[in-house]
């Protein structure tokens, strides 16, 4: 429960913080503005995040949170291949519509030139389990081809998504990064289909 809570709060303060940044712009965006509309403390917020700076580092978090409330929206009889373009399609119009470009541009490049590892492709993530979840289901359904393991489906689809997203990054959002996914995901990945 403990450690329900604080992740609770943690995502809390990161969820807040992407909104304003959002709004308001990375530097327009102070520790006092995140605290205030997160409902918690400096003592909390200090906690968790050092500086504000951080804060660019949980974007896995924020995607987390919302890849759970689109599993609890899913139909649980939609077929398996139309789950994934489906989470690809609702994820990527989030994204354009809430995360601001030039932090997700900068987001990614701080990852490519990083000595840590990079929280996007931590396998403990929620988007990682429930893609699984989903690929293996498609398996067993005949929806999703069996002769490829569920990890390298994975692996494919979340190469994919990062794809689109960095081509968005570097055409300066010029066109709806949702639409572009719902056109190009189901070719990038009709090679899986069962």
Not at 7 to 21: E, P
Not at 63 to 85: A, Q, T, V
Not at 104 to 124: F, G, I, K, P
Request: charged share 30%; aromatic share 12%.
């Amino acid at each position: 429960m403990e450690k329900d809570t604080k992740k609770g709060m943690k995502s809390r303060i990161a969820s807040a913080a992407w909104q304003l940044f959002y709004e308001k712009g990375y530097n327009g965006t102070t520790v006092d503005d995140i605290i205030e509309l997160s409902g918690t403390s400096k003592g909390s917020f200090y906690y968790y995040f050092s500086t504000k700076d951080e804060l660019l580092n949980t974007l896995s978090l924020i995607l987390d949170d919302y890849y759970e409330e689109l599993e609890k929206k899913m139909d649980p009889e939609m077929n398996s291949f139309s789950k994934l373009l489906y989470l690809n399609y609702e994820t990527h119009t989030m994204m354009e519509e809430k995360i601001s470009i030039d932090l997700l541009a900068s987001l990614y490049s701080t990852q490519l030139v990083s000595e840590r590892e990079s929280h996007l492709l931590d396998q403990n993530r929620n988007y990682y389990r429930l893609v699984n979840q989903i690929v293996d289901e498609g398996q067993k359904r005949g929806e999703i081809r069996p002769d490829v393991t569920v990890s390298e489906v994975t692996r494919y689809y979340a190469m994919c998504e990062r794809a689109l997203v960095s081509d968005w990054c570097l055409n300066k959002g010029r066109y709806s990064l949702g639409e572009y996914s719902r056109e190009c995901m189901p070719i990038m990945m009709e090679h899986f289909r069962g």
